[in-house]
T-cell receptor, first 112, second 110 residues
Framework: DAKTTQPPSMDCAEGRAANLPCNHS???????VYWYRQIHSQGPQYIIH???NNETNEMASLIITEDRKSSTLILPHATLRDTAVYYC?????????????FGTGTRLLVSP | NAGVTQTPKFQVLKTGQSMTLQCAQD?????MSWYRQDPGMGLRLIHY???????DQGEVPNGYNVSRSTTEDFPLRLLSAAPSQTSVYFC?????????FGEGSRLTVL
């Protein structure tokens, strides 16, 4: 199963873009990159996912490198409510079963 | 829609007691799973299910049992609670890939 590596913590000023990196150098061709976040002991929240192409939704943008060994989640205008732990996850497939393996994530602190 | 509902939200047990954490979803999702989260750690997969009648073990299954008799429900059973099972438990369901999580059940085993 492909594993991910994220920095343990990052800081960002309110209103600025937050760029959260993730390395997944052993990702397989049919595995997706997913991003979730967890705001202070709440249940994790789905943000975005992608396979090869860059993706954007109302919450964030996902940039995946051409070799797919790393990706970056971009929060274009971070707010205080974006303070959370962000998880980068590679989707594991095993004979049709699906499960996601979570790591320790990046703790993003957005400051005024 | 209620989404994923977990009960109870808080529970205190004594060592050796048994209990069941309930999880229900109303989105007709085939996939359901249980995670535990300990302080300073990420989520670790306990058990998961890809449909009614089918379950499988995750990363940390010891001490836990599950069953999936209906699409909606996926209870997690602790047969003989241990202090090492003190944790926050999250249930999640999924249809196509992205997970929808419940609000968590905080369990303390004394």
């Amino acid at each position: 199963d492909a594993k991910t590596t994220q920095p343990p913590s990052m800081d960002c000023a309110e209103g600025r873009a937050a760029n959260l990196p993730c390395n997944h150098s052993t990702i397989s061709g049919n595995e997706y990159v997913y991003w979730y976040r967890q705001i202070h002991s709440q249940g994790p929240q789905y943000i975005i996912h992608g396979l090869k192409n860059n993706e954007t939704n109302e919450m964030a943008s996902l940039i995946i490198t051409e070799d797919r060994k790393s990706s970056t989640l971009i929060l274009p205008h971070a707010t205080l409510r974006d303070t959370a732990v962000y998880y980068c996850i590679v989707r594991v497939r095993n004979t049709g079963f699906q499960k996601l393996v979570f790591g320790t994530g990046t703790r993003l602190l957005v400051s005024p | 829609n209620a989404g994923v509902t977990q009960t109870p939200k808080f529970q205190v047990l004594k060592t050796g007691q048994s209990m069941t954490l309930q999880c229900a979803q109303d989105m007709n999702h085939e996939y359901m799973s249980w995670y535990r989260q300990d302080p300073g750690m990420g989520l670790r997969l306990i058990h998961y299910s890809v449909g009614a009648g089918i379950t499988d073990q995750g990363e940390v299954p010891n001490g836990y049992n599950v069953s999936r008799s209906t699409t909606e429900d996926f209870p997690l059973r602790l047969l003989s609670a241990a202090p090492s099972q003190t944790s926050v438990y999250f249930c999640a369901s999924s249809l196509a890939g992205e997970l929808f999580f419940g609000e968590g059940s905080r369990l303390t085993v004394l």
